[in-house]
Nanobody, 124 residues
Framework: QVQLVESGGGLVQPGGSLRLSCAASGSIFSINTMGWYRQAPGKQREGVSV????????VTSDSMKGRFTISGDIAQNTVYLQMNNLRPEDTAVYYC?????????????????WGQGTQVTVDS
């Protein structure tokens, strides 16, 4: 089993920045991909960015590319999401997810482990 704990969410003004963290524990040797998803009120959950831990390959949703950056500290079993130039439409609960497969995919069924989520609110 793998446990994922997100942190770093909060209230930020439009144009501001936040960095989310996701710490993994448990059977972390089985993880090959970690990623971020988000779910805004009344909307379906959507993929934000994923990282393949072995080779560092990443993919970020087109709508967030250039503003959001995923990175990882494998030694600390932690993945980060740096979010810049935040907009009110970025308001959502952000979830960390992990897969045992190395994949650059936002297909939710590929991800076995999920965190509880952290709230990000962008508002003036």
């Amino acid at each position: 089993q793998v446990q994922l704990v997100e942190s770093g969410g909060g209230l930020v003004q439009p144009g501001g920045s936040l960095r989310l963290s996701c710490a993994a524990s448990g059977s972390i040797f089985s993880i090959n991909t970690m990623g971020w998803y988000r779910q805004a009120p009344g909307k379906q959950r959507e993929g934000v960015s994923v990282l393949v831990t072995d080779d560092g390959d990443t993919v970020t949703s087109d709508s967030m590319k250039g503003r959001f950056t995923i990175s990882g500290d494998i030694a600390q079993n932690t993945v980060y999401l740096q979010m810049n130039n935040l907009r009110p439409e970025d308001t959502a609960v952000y979830y960390c997810a992990a897969s045992e497969e190395p994949l650059l995919s936002f297909k939710e069924s590929e991800y076995t482990y999920w965190g509880q989520g952290t709230q990000v609110t962008v508002d003036s």
